[in-house]
């Protein structure tokens, strides 16, 4: 068991690493440590989700700063929380990943159920709330129908409770909200039961028809950060230097004009000037000679550049995030060298995959061994979650023939399915098979209704579905 960071103080909860909540196994939460983790769960939307949904928004701190007096204000923002975020999310999860059985007849039932759930919205809503917060949940459901459905949870709407083993096991689940008069309503999921509560008060728990908690959390890291909570200081600091940046251009261009020594007075003893103008005006008798000017400062141009440029490059380096808009992303770069220039994002996408994969199964245990009367898969079957096979693709520019070519001399090592998930936009190469004999009887069979005095048994609709033209 990792070791303990600190204790809710109130309940029997506790608070381990990654602000994971821990909770004594076989129990079940009394209103008091309801109250702990939830008094947790706030602190941690004031110091994490909120900032960083904030950092996400372009609603950055420097927007917050008090307004400078005789000084330039500029406030600029530069959004590159969105861009890291959306940038590796559409890297990791633009593709929906495969999800198959080698059964024929459940993977049918299961292509058609993700279809029907939107499965791959909901996935890659997923993927973005992970790279933003560090963390998402998956929450199975029962809709009016009793179909058996999904809907991912944002962290700050939702949190997971582990039991106190070492192999830390989800223990209950717990979906919050303010409705418009502040008052806190939400359910305590558990493995065999649930409870609503609203305030401090728990309702009597409920049985339904899940076997394990119906819900999972997706992280990538086991630290639960997101992809920018490490160059925060460096984004803010971005944001900094350009504001002052654009003040310095606007202080040139509202610059202080100097006329020293010259007497601008007319004949009446009015002086012909507009002292909006920004001028500073003194007729000194004394001064040997005139002097007209701009009030000028250093320019440090050179060095803001500098650190503009250093900033941009430490925040995609800390971040594992290339900059695609790199002179070295251009030119002629052999797909070699482009995946070297890619390997650190690889690296971190082929870790938050198993982590992925590990949620998944779970889910799909829950929902296949829960008492749906096989509406996903068939009954006799429900432990076939154990078989199911996940395929992830990146999303980036491939190049279709080579991906064609390589499919196709995997063919002659590979099964056919493995072969086929090679080739980007295959999302279910079982089907695909399927679909490919039968186009091949339907092109035998046209060929032989066009042959004259072709025997009977191979011409026809039945040709194809009979025992002898399989003979």
């Not at 059985?101 to 973005?128: G, M, P, R, Y």
């Not at 998402?136 to 058996?148: I, T």
């Not at 409870?195 to 890291?221: K, R």
């Not at 400062?297 to 803001?304: F, L, S, T």
């Amino acid at each position: 068991m990792v070791t303990i960071i600190s204790r809710i103080t109130t309940g029997r909860g506790q608070v381990v690493k990654g602000d994971v909540f821990i909770f004594p196994k076989g129990e079940k939460l009394t209103a008091e440590d309801l109250q702990g983790f939830l008094a947790y769960q706030r602190l941690l939307y004031d110091k994490r989700y909120k900032p960083n949904y904030n950092l996400y928004t372009s609603n950055h701190p420097i927007l917050q700063d008090s307004e400078k007096a005789w000084s330039e204000n500029n406030k600029l923002v530069v959004p590159m929380p969105r861009l890291l975020v959306d940038e590796y999310a559409g890297y990791f999860g633009g593709n929906a990943p495969t999800v198959q059985l080698e059964d024929e007849t459940d993977n049918d039932s299961l292509q058609a159920w993700l279809n029907n759930v939107e499965f791959a919205d909901e996935h890659s809503e997923i993927v973005k709330t992970v790279a933003m917060f560090g963390r998402s949940y998956l929450l199975a459901y029962q809709s009016e129908g009793a179909k058996p459905e999904v809907a991912h949870v944002e962290p700050d709407e939702g949190f997971m409770i582990y039991d106190d083993t070492v192999k830390c096991e989800p223990l209950a689940f717990v979906r919050y909200s303010w409705d418009e008069n502040g008052i806190l309503e939400g359910t305590i999921y558990y493995a065999d039961e649930y409870v609503t509560f609203t305030d401090d008060t728990l309702e009597e728990a409920i049985p339904y028809t899940w076997h394990d908690v119906p819900a999972v959390e997706f992280y990538s890291n086991e630290e639960r950060q997101g992809i920018f909570d490490g160059v925060k200081t460096l984004i803010e600091a971005l944001d900094n230097v350009m504001s002052r940046k654009a003040n310095q251009v606007d202080y040139f261009d509202n610059a202080y004009m100097l006329a020293l020594g010259l007497n601008l007075e007319d004949e009446d003893g009015n002086i012909q000037i507009d002292r909006n103008q920004r001028l500073i005006y003194s007729p000194d008798a004394d001064a040997t000679s005139a002097k007209v000017g701009f009030i000028e400062k250093p320019d440090a141009d050179g060095m803001q550049e500098n650190l503009i440029n250093r900033l941009i490059d430490l925040i995609y380096y800390t971040s594992m995030i290339p900059n695609l808009q790199d002179i070295a992303f251009s030119g002629n770069s052999s797909g070699v060298a482009l995946q070297f220039k890619l390997l650190p994002m690889q690296n971190m996408a082929a870790f938050q995959e198993r982590k992925f994969i590990k949620s998944l199964r779970r889910m799909f245990k829950v929902l296949f061994e829960s008492a749906d009367g096989g509406q996903i898969v068939r009954a006799i079957n429900k432990g076939s979650w154990l078989d199911l096979r996940f395929t992830y693709t990146r999303n980036m520019p491939q190049n279709m023939a080579d991906a064609v070519s390589t499919a196709v001399q995997a063919s002659s090592l590979l099964s056919q399915q493995t072969a086929l998930a090679m080739i980007p936009g295959v999302d279910d190469p079982q089907a695909e098979i399927k679909r490919k004999q039968e186009e091949q009887n339907e092109t035998v069979k046209n060929a032989f209704n066009s042959v004259p005095n072709a025997p009977d048994y191979l011409v026809g609709d039945d040709y194809g579905n009979t025992e002898e033209s399989e003979e």
